[in-house]
């Protein structure tokens, strides 16, 4: 028996009703791109806090940064993030 409104889908097997779970499969592409749309702003952010109270207190780090530097520290942070963990959270799905 199938059910469109329904998570789960009976079957029958052997004479035994066995349930069988639906998933929708996720590709790791999928997990990264929303991750990464989802905090690369706030990394920015972060970036130009770092940069901003390092010309404060006359810190001579990141004064002359290249043109990928801003990407570069992006990805550096978005590499230590447990992405899967956090689509899970944020979608509330389990392991």
């Given amino acids: 028996m199938s059910n ?9 097997h052997n004479g035994k009703k066995e349930k069988k779970e639906d998933k929708k499969i996720i590709k790791a592409e999928e997990i990264y791109d929303y991750v990464d749309t989802m ?15 390092c010309d404060f207190n006359s ?7 290249k043109n990928n530097a801003y990407g570069d520290f992006i990805e550096l942070i978005v590499n230590c993030l447990n992405i899967n963990k956090i689509y899970r959270d944020k979608h509330n799905l389990n392991n």
Avoid: A, C, F, V
């Fill in 39 to 53: 905090t690369s702003n706030k990394i920015g952010d972060i970036y130009y806090l770092i940069k901003e109270d």
């Fill in 59 to 65: 810190l001579p780090i990141l004064d002359n940064p």
């Fill in 4 to 12: 469109r409104n329904n998570k789960s889908t009976m079957q029958q």
